[in-house]
């Protein structure tokens, strides 16, 4: 008898702790699984699709918009063909899918809608609708349409799909402003009886949906078609392996066009390798070379370590820094060069000069406030920021190098907005694409006594330097070329390089700053043959279009 009691005893304690750990199970583990699954026994619903905002032109016309598309889905069980002969029949239409997945797609007979084909365009679906296949169907999609193709890519960026299938902006604009553009989805829910029966008086839910905001941009469009030509174009001619323009606004930071290249299809991103995503103009750096030297010289004029008429007196032949040996680009020498004939001349030899006036210190403060190793702020998703050597780390060849733009690293729109801030009479602006954008507070770099010192040395540069032959005649042009030798595993490269040119038009009132970089042109190294001719190649453009006019 004891024993029974004690047997059954277990039992009970058995089937007890497994209806514990069910109840566990069914409330804590599983509750939300349950829940959902309840819910969807007495609602149903329909999630409705928000339309996303358009990206404007400063003109008003689009750079990018919604238009009409359709997902193609088959009811297996209303199919009146074979599975394959349906297949055959699409997959004329469809291009890149094959039969053998349209078939096993269709022949799942246990499901009443299985989607076959998404953002069908409205001559698709007509030409499907002509061949009355019984059990296919369409339902509306959105459809993210770039009338001027490839143009701006980098910049707009593309509209894909994330982990959950549904449509997200990346890369550029598209990337960026992606909540703003993307909108709320609104929503319309059912309630049920037990039966399955829709309940009538209480049982609706809905909200509307949130279209998404349109962006107006400041990218002015005959602006940004100009610079792609033109870009392509000296590509070719120079024989580029990539190249970059970015004009910009100096007193604004609007940023009137931004073209790389080799660039993409937004409407067809799926036909790119991942590396054309990324905009080069705000995600690559490189050694910038003589263009650097402005920024350096601004740093020593401002902080009063020089003046314009300042002699050099090591500027006679090469000059020995530590184990190394610093010479000019074309080993020319200038002995007793005032400062702006170191500009004039990119003078290597003349920044080291400089460099030893200013100190590491003094000059790493400066490079800070002029925004070199930080972001700009541009709003573009993917913006990079190679960072600045540490404070205090600066050996003697890390200050000399520096002083004509090697050993640090910058990206196209770091420097320009650098030289915006000399443009604009020292004050540093925020890089925006988009107008509606509220501008952040401008910083102060340098003096506007110092901004008009370092612009007269830039004249005089443009007029007398290694690209004087590239100038327009008449036109008051600031600027300064930069041939920088590409660093590989520790060493410079002494076929390959980058060229850069960088200027602003006119001088005394600028209404743009433009960098033009042009990676391992082969035609020549230099940069007063290849980026140079082909800044004013674009210039030649820009200033009737600009209302800038020659002095006489």
Known sequence: MQARIKLLSILFLVSFLALLARLFYWQVTAADKLSDAARSQHKSGQIIGAGRGDILALDGTYWALGGESWLVFVNPQEITLTASSVANKLFSLFEEDSPGRLTELISKSDKEWVPLKEKVTPEVKKNIEAMEIEGVGFEPQEMRVYPEASSAAQILGFVGKNENGEDTGYFGLEGYYNLSLSGKAGYIGQDRDAAGAPILIGGKRSSSAIPGVDLATNLDKRIQLTIRSKLLEGIERYGAKAGSVIVMDPASGAILGMESFPSYDP???????DALFKNPAISDSFEPGSVFKVLVMSAALDSGVVEQDTICDVCGGPVKVDKYTIETWDRKYFPDSAMTDVIVHSDNVGMTFVGGKLGADKLYDYLDKFGIGSPTGIDL????????????????????????????????IQMTRAVSAIANKG??????VVSSTQFPSTTRVISSESSAKITAMMVEAVKNGEAKWTNLRGFKVAGKTGTAQIPIAGHYDEEKTNATFVG??????????????????????????????LWFTIAKDLFPYLGIQPEK
Not at 508 to 533: C, G, H, I, Q, Y
């Open 267 to 273: 409407a067809e991103y799926w036909e790119y390798g």
């Open 381 to 412: 998703q993917g913006e990079a920021a190679p960072a600045l050597r540490k404070k205090g780390t600066w050996n003697i060849v890390d200050l000399a190098t520096a002083s004509f733009g090697q050993g640090v690293a910058v990206t196209p």
């Open 427 to 432: 004050v540093l602006v925020t890089p925006r």
């Open 504 to 533: 602003f038009a006119p001088y005394d009132n600028p209404k743009f700053v433009m960098l033009v970089t042009l990676r391992e042109p082969s035609s020549s190294p230099w940069a007063s043959e290849t980026a140079a001719p």
